[in-house]
Every structure is written in structure tokens, then in C-alpha cells.
């Protein structure tokens, strides 16, 4: 019996041994290897250029290869979808955009609930429209624009590079506030809508800066206003539309980074603070102001709070344009 035992006493201790080090041994530091990050629009428009930026600056404050995976389709809605479904390890992230939150209202059977299928980390950076005309229209600002709009109800057009965009929501906003008529023309991308604004096919446009600035500042389309609650740096003599009496008329696009839910609060925690860090850096902010961004970087509980007051804004324009999704 005491064999038995002694032999029993043995095998207990080397179970112990065996468990130990698990026991004892820390977590593993996040990352051990290499990010995702998925931009679910395809390659070469602002959005995978501002993408491509994030991934650049959190490869460098989180010591490991973040790389931008492009899975476009269904206005954004593909690779969100895609992102929100992958493990919670924090290695693969999202970058979701304004036309999310649009899409929150436009295409509520999509398949992505951008207030319940991922986790937000930041709003990383916002970008303002600029409402610009063909220079052959005789409006010189926005008062003027409406004035013509009056004067001629109907007879106006405006072009977006898509129904449901912030750039067709923004020109819905304005019929709004106004109290004016015009015609939308929605076509396939913003490269289309501008060539044919400048062309003069069109009259009115709201586009994303980085897009349609360089016309402006080339002459070949005249700026009345941006949508940013304060002017732009990237040109400053132009009015916001706030200055230019619609009091708390704010539209455009923004950036930011999500987690897929369930990843632990750690490691959100640490995208937060070296997305942050970044983003203080005098070379991100000249990146993002080069493509007409305002670097932001909130808390994770100030952005849940932002994304909220953007669905809730875009559905009342939705709602009150009757846009519907193409």
C-alpha cells in the first residue's frame, strides 16, 4: 500500500511540474506577428490612401507589419461584413468609413451594423466636403447658389458619385435647409461626376476634398463652401456653410478604426494608444492634411457616441430626401 501511494505522491508531482509553467506563464504580448487591416473599398481612391497611412503608422507604434487588405463591394458593406465575423485577437481590424453610418439607414438588410458588429477604437481622421460649381453659373457663394435655386426651382442639378453618398446626402441636406428644388444626378464614382461638372454638363457639386480641391485651386470649378464645422487649412478663404447661415450644417466623410466584437479590452487598449500616439506625430498630420483630413483621435466610449450621432443625423436626411440605395 505505501508502494502504491509513494508511486501515486510521484505521479501527482510530475502532473504538477508538467502544469506549472502554464499556470505561472504570462499572456503573450499583442502582436506577435503581422495585422490586417481591411479597407473594404478598392485600391487607389482617398479611402485606401488614408487606410494605407494607418496601416503605415501602427505597423510603427505596435512593432509588427500592418498591411491593408482591399475587399471592396456592396458600398463598403463586403468587407466589413468580412472584418466583423473574424476572430477577436486583434489581428484583423477595419477601417469603416462615413458611408457606414449612411448605410446604417440606406441598406439596413446589408448584412453590417456598424453600431453592433464591431468594436470602435478611434475616429482617426474626418474629412469635409466642398461644394463647388461650374464656373459658367452665376453664383459666387452659397446665398447666391440659393437665390438662382429660387429664382429657377427645378431647373438646377446636382451630381454625386452615387445615390446614398455623403456626397448626394450633403446636396439633400441643402435643398433642405434652403427650402430650394434641384435636380440629383447620381453617377458611378465622384471621377465621372467631376469630369462632368467641369465639362458643364452639371452644375453643383459637394465632393470630398482631396478630390475635387485641385480643380478648384486650378480654376476650372469655383469653391463656394466647405462642410466642416470650421474652414479647412487646405483652403482657408473659403466659407464654412455654417458661415455662410445654416447654422449646424456639418457633412462629410470620416475614417475610423474597429476591432472585431469580443476582442479583449487590452487589446483595444493598445490599438487606441498607438493609434493616438500616431496621430500626434507631426508626419501623420502633414499625411492626412495632404489628402484635405483632420487628424482626430478619440476614446473608444467618444467615438461609440460620434458613430450614434452620425447614424441618427443621416437617417433623418434619408428619411427626409426619401434617398434610396442604387
Not at 474626418?126 to 437665390?147: F, M
Not at 433642405?176 to 467631376?194: E, F, N, R
Amino acid at each position: 500500500m505505501r508502494r502504491i501511494i509513494g508511486i501515486a505522491w510521484k505521479v501527482a508531482a510530475l502532473i504538477a511540474m508538467a502544469m506549472a509553467p502554464a499556470a505561472f506563464a504570462q499572456p503573450s504580448a499583442y502582436p506577435e506577428r503581422t495585422v490586417k487591416l481591411i479597407v473594404p473599398f478598392p485600391p487607389g481612391g482617398v479611402t485606401d490612401i488614408v487606410g494605407r497611412i494607418i496601416a503605415q503608422r501602427l505597423s510603427e507604434g505596435l512593432g509588427q507589419t500592418v498591411y491593408v487588405e482591399n475587399l471592396g463591394g456592396a458600398a463598403g458593406t463586403i468587407g466589413a461584413a468580412s472584418a466583423a465575423r473574424a476572430r477577436p485577437d486583434g489581428y484583423t481590424l477595419l477601417m469603416a468609413t462615413a458611408t457606414h453610418a449612411i448605410n446604417a439607414t440606406l441598406m439596413p438588410n446589408a448584412g453590417f451594423d456598424i453600431q453592433k458588429d464591431v468594436v470602435p477604437v478611434t475616429l482617426v481622421a474626418s474629412v469635409p466636403l466642398l461644394l463647388a460649381v461650374n464656373p459658367s453659373l452665376p453664383a459666387n457663394d452659397v446665398q447666391g447658389l440659393v437665390a438662382l435655386a429660387k429664382k429657377e426651382p427645378g431647373k438646377l442639378n446636382f451630381a454625386s458619385g452615387s445615390t446614398g453618398s455623403a456626397s448626394h446626402l450633403a446636396g439633400e441636406m441643402l435643398k433642405s435647409a434652403a427650402g430650394i428644388d434641384m435636380v440629383h444626378v447620381p453617377y458611378k464614382g465622384g471621377g465621372p461626376a467631376l469630369q462632368d461638372l467641369i465639362a458643364g454638363h452639371v452644375s453643383i457639386m459637394f465632393e470630398n476634398m482631396p478630390s475635387i480641391l485641385p480643380y478648384v485651386q486650378s480654376g476650372q470649378l469655383r469653391g463656394l463652401a466647405v462642410t466642416s464645422p470650421k474652414r479647412s487649412s487646405a483652403i482657408p478663404t473659403l466659407p464654412t456653410m455654417i458661415e455662410s447661415g445654416f447654422p449646424g450644417f456639418e457633412a462629410g466623410s470620416w475614417y475610423g478604426l474597429f476591432a472585431p466584437p469580443g476582442t479583449p479590452p487590452e487589446v483595444v487598449e493598445k490599438l487606441h494608444g498607438a493609434m493616438v500616439k500616431a496621430l500626434a506625430s507631426p508626419g501623420m498630420r502633414t499625411q492626412l492634411s495632404k489628402q484635405g483630413a483632420e487628424p482626430i483621435g478619440n476614446t473608444p466610449q467618444e467615438f461609440a457616441a460620434f458613430i450614434r450621432s452620425e447614424v441618427a443625423k443621416w437617417a433623418r436626411v434619408i428619411q427626409v430626401s426619401g434617398a434610396k440605395a442604387d
